[in-house]
């Protein structure tokens, strides 16, 4: 049994809570740590934020310990934002191997892509304002969950840009790092939006947030493709000739989201720049449920052009 735990912070990343108890363990390395919270070093390649074993680390509390495995994963962990548009049975999935330790990659039962390689390496993010008030409330910095969720890029609070920090996601590298001056850089060049794209950024942030706290049960990419060509067929981007034949007019479509979004907002939201995006859309849009990974923060893109309310859209299920 672990002699302490620290308590966690509203919205910390439960890898913030385990970078927190290895600075007050004093031990010199982070696989000591691992083998203490977990009784194994996991080499799951998205293990800050998607952590596994945690029946390990649960069972190691305190016996005071009110923490449960479905408080970390819903509150501390990225699942909610994974679990959006997983059907109830790969959900289930995917809490079972996070609650356990596992050989097969979690990254395929999320159906979540590697990001990891190439120029595209993530790192923590953090926000400038919330680390000072943190600082001040709590006496030390926290990685926030809502800042490393895909697709929020500014801070809802204090309605300013993220920073990448030095930590890296998504590595088979063993680490434990807290927030700190050294790895939170202040002179990171900060990326200035104009008000209209920063508006627009802040709204996305906001309904990704409304969609990890509302659990409701998704029918499956087969249903969403449904959608799609309903909303497609009433806003005239598909042409219906008979039952299985159509048109869709993917390049029209593709002008309609740049005017919605807009090119500024659409770049910071998709940096990778995707080749060919009125085919990329064209694909998410009519052969989603062929695909074995989910760009949720694409089809969230496409929610919100079709139905205006990402809320009304899912509320229609
Ligand atoms: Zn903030």
């Known amino acids: ?80 934002f994974y679990a959006i548009l997983l059907m109830p049975q790969e959900a289930w999935l995917l809490k079972s191997s996070m609650s356990k330790k596992i050989n097969e990659s979690i990254l395929e039962v999320a159906k979540m892509t590697n990001g990891s390689g190439g120029n595209s390496t993530k790192y923590l993010k953090f926000c400038h304002s919330c680390v000072g008030e943190d600082t001040q409330k709590y006496g030390e910095p926290y990685w926030h969950r809502l800042h490393q969720i895909p697709g929020v890029i500014v801070c809802p ?12 996601i998504e590595t088979k590298e063993i680490h434990y790092h807290a927030p700190s001056d050294d790895n939170c850089p202040l002179n990171t060049g900060t990326t200035i939006y104009n008000d209209a794209t920063l508006q627009k950024l802040l709204v996305f942030a906001n309904d990704i947030e409304w969609l990890i706290n509302n659990n409701f049960t ?8 449904s959608q799609y060509k309903t909303y497609l067929t009433n806003k005239n981007f598909i042409t219906v000739f008979s039952k299985d034949k ?3 007019h993917e390049q029209e479509f593709y002008n309609a989201v740049l005017a919605y979004y807009g090119q500024d907002f659409l770049e910071a939201i998709n940096p990778k720049r995707i080749k060919n995006p ?34 009304d859209f899912f509320k229609a299920q």
């Open 1 to 80: 049994m672990l002699s302490f735990f620290p308590i966690l912070y509203p919205d910390e990343l439960l890898y913030s809570g385990l970078a927190r108890y290895h600075i007050r363990s004093g031990n010199r390395s982070f696989k000591q740590t691992d083998l203490e919270l977990f009784g194994y070093s996991s080499q799951q390649v998205c293990k800050v934020t998607l952590t596994n074993n945690l029946n390990h680390l649960v069972n190691n509390l305190s016996l005071l310990s009110q923490q449960t495995i479905n408080n970390l994963l819903q509150k501390h962990t990225l699942y909610p």
């Open 157 to 168: 609070i204090h309605r300013i840009p993220l920073n990448n920090s030095l930590v890296p």
């Open 218 to 225: 998704f029918q499956g990419l087969s249903w969403l493709r």
């Open 246 to 248: 159509f048109i869709f």
């Open 278 to 311: 009125d085919k990329y859309l064209s694909n998410c849009l009519l052969a989603c449920d062929l695909n074995p990974v989910i760009d949720r923060v694409m089809h969230i893109l496409i929610i919100k052009f079709l139905a205006n309310s990402i809320e």
